[in-house]
């Protein structure tokens, strides 16, 4: 093993990461725009990236160890390692928050069409809802909007 392998393996795993990057943008997007296709090809793409980061981490994390296991690896090495460890850990948890966003998104659109079938079902009343002057609004439409 040699200080080479070793940054390949990180600038193979941060290029990796940066299409991961452009693909939760994507995503984000698709989402946003209700786009169910592409939605399922970002879906393929976004596995196909994680299972390749999982072998990209699992090949970093043997080369670190014999890195730590080498006494004539030097200083230069193990301070590229500890910075390239830290960028990681900064970007991993940017991209735990991207993907908290788009679950967000995707959260939203369910309960906004959970809401918009309770209305075309005829259950609009909202049991949580109150009038301007405090009272509780029970103004419950029973009736089906499949029978009007």
Wanted: with cysteine; aromatic share 4%; glycine share 6%.
């Amino acid at each position: 093993m040699n200080s080479q392998e070793i940054k390949q393996a990180y600038n193979n795993e941060f290029a990796c990461l940066q299409e991961l990057d452009t693909l939760l943008g994507q995503e984000r997007q698709a989402l946003k725009s209700r786009d169910t296709v592409l939605i399922g090809q970002l879906l393929e793409q976004k596995q196909a990236l994680i299972i390749e980061l999982e072998s990209l981490d699992c090949q970093r994390r043997h080369l670190k160890q014999q890195a730590g296991e080498m006494t004539s690896c030097g200083n230069d090495i193990r301070e590229f390692i500890n910075t390239r460890d830290a960028e990681l850990k900064k970007l991993l948890e940017q991209f735990r928050h991207q993907n908290r966003v788009n679950h967000g998104i995707v959260e939203m659109g369910r309960i906004f069409t959970r809401q918009i079938l309770s209305i075309l079902r005829g259950h609009a009343h909202n049991p949580g809802l109150y009038d301007p002057q405090g009272s509780h609004n029970n103004t419950d439409s029973s009736k089906s909007l499949a029978k009007v």
